[in-house]
């Protein structure tokens, strides 16, 4: 399953019960667009929930247009740029270092 996260990532948008209900997900889309500095979205605690279930994540801001092509079985991803080690080294440092989302 594909998850489009609610609330631009904030720590209560995808609760544990949530992703083991869907199945958990293999993926998971989360819209970031310009906040205030005062807001760290997503946050640290939802990335790491997604990582400890294996979800890959990606991140509109990081990412950019990320469009889903299914055939009803099975889906294809594709984004405006690709995923790198970069890329999965700042999700790791998020989810599991705990460091704050900043633009």
């Known amino acids: ?25 293999e993926m998971a889309v989360i819209s970031v667009g310009p906040n205030p500095p005062d807001n760290k979205y997503p946050q640290p605690v939802l990335i ?6 294996n979800t890959d994540v990606y991140l ?7 469009s889903i092509k299914s055939d009803g079985s099975d889906y294809e991803v594709e984004s405006t740029y690709q995923m790198g080690t970069e890329y999965a080294k700042f999700i790791n440092d998020i989810g599991y270092g705990g460091a704050l989302y900043y633009r």
Do not use: E, W, Y
């Not at 790491?48 to 279930?53: A, D, E, Q, S």
């Not at 509109?60 to 990320?66: A, K, Q, V």
């Open 48 to 53: 790491r929930r997604l990582l400890l279930k």
């Open 1 to 25: 399953p594909v998850l489009k996260v609610s609330a631009h990532g904030s720590g209560n948008s995808a609760s544990f019960q949530l992703l083991d209900a869907m199945g958990p997900p």
């Open 60 to 66: 509109t801001d990081r990412l950019g247009h990320i």
